[in-house]
């Protein structure tokens, strides 16, 4: 994991090289903005589940499968196939670390969605889309590297 003392040493060696005269000054902005893009992705917001998600609304999607969000985000709060609900058979309630509220549910499915599917995003504001997608894809990535390093 890219930790963050690696990502201040980083800068501190991009600092030193350029300095020093060994690098120009456009590549160094290109990889200082590299490193921080690499930190946030293999650093994602902690979040913690069943949050209180009264008076969200939805904010936008993000397609995944069902164990993607387990292997994720843990078990759902609800569900699967909470046929109770009315319109939601699957939700997991997150916050995050900064205070951003998002769920993560199907809508109007009938029965929860196993395969592929367009995820709804509820939240307060688009943060909650943000975090979601952000969590999603460092995860996602960390796999992708793990697999081209075997």
């Not at 205070?99 to 943060?127: C, M, N, Q, R």
């Amino acid at each position: 994991m890219y930790q963050i003392e690696d990502l201040h040493q980083s800068v501190n060696d991009v600092y030193e090289q350029l300095d020093g005269g060994k690098m120009p000054e456009d590549q160094a902005i290109e990889i200082l903005l590299n490193c921080c893009q690499e930190f946030i992705l293999r650093n994602p917001m902690p979040f913690t589940s069943d949050a209180d998600i009264n008076m969200t609304s939805y904010k936008g999607q993000v397609l995944s499968t069902y164990q993607e969000l387990c292997d994720v985000f843990g078990p759902p709060d609800d569900g699967p196939n909470d046929l109770q609900g009315d319109k939601v058979t699957c939700c997991w309630r997150l916050k995050f670390a900064d205070g951003t509220v998002a769920s993560i549910y199907d809508w109007k499915t009938g029965e929860t969605p196993f395969g592929g599917y367009h995820w709804h995003i509820g939240g307060y504001d688009i943060k909650a889309v943000n975090r979601v997608k952000r969590t999603m894809e460092s995860v996602r990535r960390v796999d992708r590297i793990s697999i081209e390093k075997k």
